[in-house]
């Protein structure tokens, strides 16, 4: 059983610039959340999603959205970087999404730096 | 809307000693799933310990336990016989069962020293 994988692990990109990051889910999960993780905070949740549909978002604004392939594998994508945006990246596998029992495991996750 | 607060941002133990961490939680709801999580420098978030509010019993996996005091809403983790891998940032989250995106709340974390 394969666990969580993200990639990259480390990235820099400008202001303004657009990223993509990219999380494998553990085998046998159809759910996908992710987190943003600012320097010595916890998590703060961004968006999930359940069979390739979003299915529930934070406090984060439009220029940060997400896609969900057939794989059940998800992409992160943050249009127009700003330097608040220079955080820990975390993706989190689970499976299914209607008893609320479902732990999530996460990945090594994603440091961005923006310059 | 749903808190967590840990309110010691650094503890230290010794080797084979016992510590607890502290956890409070603010919620309206009576059903709620609330976990540990340990991050070590390695930056992967494990899941240390999953308590369901519904059960009186508290939760315990190998050297580590809670106390969950449901009325007090309070959630604390204590690690028995400390190791040094122990050492890392432990976060507690909580869960609603009722939001239907499940996401986790997180507390700040409290950053675990082990003494050799």
């Known amino acids: 059983e394969t666990g969580v994988t993200q990639s990259p692990t480390h990235l820099i990109k400008t202001r303004g610039q657009q990223v993509t990051l990219r999380c494998s889910s553990q085998?046998?999960?159809?759910?996908v959340s992710w987190y943003q993780q600012a320097l010595g905070q916890g998590p703060q949740f961004i968006f999930q999603y359940y069979r390739e549909e979003e299915n529930g978002r934070g406090n984060f604004p439009p220029r940060f959205s997400g896609l969900q392939f057939p794989n059940y594998s998800s992409e992160l994508n943050v249009n127009a970087l700003e330097l608040d945006d220079s955080a820990l990246y975390l993706c989190a596998s689970s499976f299914g999404v209607t008893s609320g029992q479902e732990t999530q495991y996460f990945g090594p996750g994603t440091r961005l730096l923006v310059l | 809307a749903q808190t967590v607060t840990q309110s010691q941002p650094e503890m230290s133990v010794q080797e084979a000693e016992t510590v607890t961490l502290s956890c409070t939680y603010d919620?309206?709801?009576?059903?709620?799933?609330l976990f540990w999580y340990k991050q070590p420098p390695s930056r992967q978030m494990i899941l240390v310990i999953r308590q369901e509010a519904y059960k009186q019993q508290n939760a315990t996996e190998n050297r580590f336990s809670v106390n969950f005091q449901k009325a007090a809403k309070s959630f604390s983790l204590k690690i028995s016989d400390s190791q040094l891998g122990d050492a890392a940032m432990y976060f507690c989250a909580y869960r609603s069962v009722r939001d239907s995106n499940y996401q986790l709340i997180w507390g700040a974390g409290t950053k675990l020293i082990i003494k050799p």
């Open positions: 919620t309206s709801e009576s059903d709620y799933y």
């Open positions: 085998s046998g999960h159809n759910t």
